[in-house]
């Protein structure tokens, strides 16, 4: 049986990671209404209890997860820590005296309510001593409507609101003006000004190794005496062939031995991150963690898919996607300025060929678009039963490299 669940982010006013909420599903094609509210939370506690780790979707943060009234009475959100989670109610539960003994019991054992896509009506000020957030669908709701619930929490400082679906970095804007704390959506991954954003040298150092490695015989002494040349570039090096996940028996101490233990694959896997990572040094840590969960879901999906080339273009495709957020530039004018191979430019500036599709549908298992999803992998010809592998096994992934690089 497979397990399918996709995350969405929660950053605070600092753009710091705050905790992920879980949207879970019972297939590609299965999705709401075919499945209620009941099954769909029953079945993301059973999968976190017996199928994976919730810390391996989430990172060791909260993970913000639907409750109806059925769910909560049966127990189910006590079934995990009060630190692993963010109990939700979803917005069909109708406030009551049942829900009020549920909430109360929940709040004095520790844990963190929120209400979701919160309409206000004033039976709720009962519950407002033992609500910590309030979500609000910032696209659905109008400035007085956030305004009238803005006023209605004044006596409750232990509420804080957050904003759904904060799509641009104008959005995001203009809820941090109306008072917003936490917010849920991509506004990290569009372009937050136009001005340019220049390479450094060390940035174009690191893209000339890009399309170094990305040649079939890579030059091994070319590319020792570049990193021979920069101290910087070398130390990461050593600390990343060093770290824990390569389960070295011996340290790597020179330049030329880290480059040959690591081996082509891990080469160019440390380039396009590394890359990334020194661009978006000013950005959320969640879009480099997003940069990385592409790169190696791309990466699956070209070794399991027949005819589809280069896998290590694919991780770079995938490593390369967020480039248009990350340098605040049309992605057109980013692809131009590095040299990368014509069908990654292709990729990521026209969204065409195999190495598109599968940013297309890493970006479907984001946003939860399952039906969209299935119709990708019907078309592009992908073992559905192991797609959802992938992108668990990406999310993993990218959070031992976040480890390991940070």
């Known amino acids: 049986m497979n397990f399918y669940a996709a995350r969405q982010p929660i950053l605070d006013r600092e753009k710091t990671l705050v905790g992920y ?180 040298p060390s940035e174009l150092t690191l893209a000339e190794l890009l399309y170094e490695t990305s040649t079939s015989e890579m030059d091994l002494e070319k590319i020792t005496k570049v990193f021979e040349r920069d101290v910087n570039l070398s130390y990461k090096l050593l600390r990343y062939s060093n770290s824990a996940m390569f389960k070295r028996r011996a340290e790597v101490s020179t330049i030329k031995q880290a480059l040959v233990v690591l081996g082509a694959k891990e080469i160019k896997k440390f380039l396009s991150l590394l890359f990334t990572a020194q661009l978006s040094s000013d950005k959320p840590a969640e879009l480099m963690r997003l940069s990385l969960t592409r790169a190696r879901f791309a990466e699956v999906l070209a070794e399991q898919h027949q005819n589809a080339g280069d896998p290590g273009r694919a991780f770079l495709t995938g490593m390369m996607s967020l480039l248009d957020a990350i340098l605040d530039q049309d992605m057109a004018a980013v692809v131009e300025r590095l040299p990368l191979a014509n069908d990654i430019k292709a990729a990521l500036r026209d969204n065409e060929g195999v190495l598109a599709g599968y940013i297309t549908l890493v970006k479907y298992y984001e946003h939860a678009q399952w039906q969209q999803a299935n119709a990708t992998v019907e078309e592009m010809k992908l073992d559905a039963n192991k797609v959802p592998d992938a992108y668990h096994e990406a999310i993993h992934w990218a959070n031992e490299q976040m480890q390991a690089i940070m």
């Open 21 to 200: 909420e879980l949207l879970f599903r019972d297939g590609l094609a299965n999705v709401f209404p075919q499945i209620n509210g009941d099954e769909a939370t029953s079945k993301l506690i059973e999968g976190s209890q017996f199928t994976f780790g919730l810390e391996e979707l989430t990172d060791n943060k909260p993970a913000y997860i639907n409750f109806t009234l059925e769910t909560l009475s049966k127990g189910y959100a006590t079934m995990m820590g009060t630190d692993e989670i963010v109990v939700e109610i979803l917005e069909t539960v109708q406030p009551g005296k049942r829900l009020l003994a549920l909430v109360q019991d929940l709040k004095e054992q520790g844990y963190t309510i929120a209400l979701d896509d919160y309409k206000h009506q004033n039976v709720w000020r009962h519950f407002f001593p033992f609500i910590d957030i309030i979500k609000i669908d910032y696209l659905e709701n109008s400035e007085q409507e956030i305004q009238e619930v803005v006023a209605a929490i004044k006596g409750f400082p232990n509420i804080k609101l957050l904003a759904e679906k904060v799509e641009t970095y104008e959005q995001y804007q203009h809820a941090l003006d109306l008072g917003f704390s936490y917010f849920q959506g991509f506004f990290f991954s569009k372009p937050e000004m136009v001005q340019s954003k220049a390479l450094p």
